[in-house]
């Protein structure tokens, strides 16, 4: 008996001598950490400093000047592909404008209004000077013959479709503030390119500019309660930093997130439904899953040429989307980003099932 106790006593001395054997005397064995830590610190100084460079974007991007109209602010901004953009502007009256911008070779540029509808103008690389900072086109539109100059930053204007295309809308009864979503480019879409979303999904993106839009309603409506619907189809978010102080003031503010049967959410979009309390699904078809619907997407997310996974738990990128997380859904919230790290490639989407919602409380009510 006592030697089968000394047997066992010896057993962990002899596992720890293995593990230290000369062979590996100069090697540590570090465990792969399960999740990430919700210990990322958002901060006021962050935010003022991650909204100082995206109002750089607005605001020193682009100046266009169109019959005699200088407008210098870039409101909206969307992709079309990787070789065309449509980019919204204003003046200092807040008059709007919409700027058709392909690169050069591709097509010709063109200025959009509801009003007086596309005109056209010239804008190949013979017609744009380029210097080390900026390129200039001054010429005249080819339908109306009007005088117009762009000039635009070679580096920012890489960037201003990360400004979004979502346009937030307040009605307001009593105390509640309804906050609507909608496509900046509804008619540049339906008008111009003669889509009208019957065959694909046509998609807004989150940005900068809806950090300000909500921040600007939060302030005008403070106190108040507040609901915000998805009321078209979010494609997700093109700066994420941004995306989760977007989130994060929802939570703040207690608003209540609801999906309507015309929108759906996917990435950047879900991670701004899941901010909110209760949140609501109102489904397009009543009689689908909810899954079928595709109102509610997830994915992963990669960069460069390597996916989330492949990133250690440790990297900041993980310890802010696990803080985000846990703020927004509190327990839960580690659990249910892992599961969008799982549910599809950062290339592909997964749509929400109902046992999916219910396995991380996600969505509170189905209508």
């Known amino acids: 008996m006592n030697n089968y106790r000394k047997t066992l006593l010896a057993l962990p001395l002899i596992i720890l001598s293995g593990c230290n054997s000369s062979s590996n005397s100069n090697k540590t064995i570090t465990k792969a950490q399960v999740k990430p830590k919700a210990d990322y610190v958002f901060s006021s100084a962050k935010l003022d400093e991650l909204y100082q460079e995206r109002q750089e974007i607005q605001q020193e991007a682009m100046r266009l000047t169109y019959d005699g109209v200088q407008y210098n602010k870039i409101l909206f901004a969307e992709d079309l592909n990787r070789e065309q953009k449509v980019v919204r502007l204003a003046d200092s009256l807040g008059r709007q404008i919409d700027l058709y911008l392909p690169d050069a070779g591709v097509d010709s540029c063109g200025i959009y209004t509801e009003r007086k509808g596309l005109d056209l103008f010239d804008c190949d690389a013979a017609l744009r000077s380029v210097s080390n900072e900026t390129t200039l086109i001054k010429t005249t539109t080819n339908n109306k013959e009007l005088p117009i100059e762009l000039e635009y930053d070679n580096d920012l204007s890489q960037y201003v479709t990360s400004i979004g295309s979502t346009i937030l809308s307040t009605t307001q009864n009593g105390n509640q503030i309804t906050i609507t979503t909608s496509f900046a480019f509804n008619a540049f879409y339906h008008n111009v390119l003669k889509e009208t979303g019957t065959i694909d999904r046509i998609e807004s993106t989150l940005g900068v500019s809806t950090y300000s839009q909500l ?21 997700g978010s093109a700066d994420d930093d941004i995306n989760m102080y977007t989130g994060l003031m929802i939570k703040s503010n207690n608003m209540t997130t609801v999906v309507t049967p015309t929108g759906s959410v996917f990435s950047g979009g879900t991670d701004l439904f899941a901010a909110g309390y ?26 460069g040429d390597k996916t989330a996974k492949e990133f250690p738990y440790t990297d900041e990128s993980h310890r802010k989307q696990a803080t985000y997380f846990k703020k927004v859904m509190g327990n839960k919230g580690i659990d249910f980003y892992i599961f969008t790290l799982d549910s599809a490639p950062a290339s592909g989407e997964h749509w929400m099932t109902k046992a999916n919602s219910d396995k991380y409380s996600f969505i509170t009510r189905i209508e």
């Open 215 to 235: 921040f600007d309603i939060v302030k005008l409506y403070q106190g108040s309660e507040m609901r915000l619907r998805f009321n078209n189809h979010i494609g």
């Open 278 to 303: 209760p949140r609501i699904l109102q489904r397009a078809d009543t009689n689908k899953a909810i899954a079928l619907n595709k109102q509610v997407g997830v994915h992963s997310w990669a960069e």
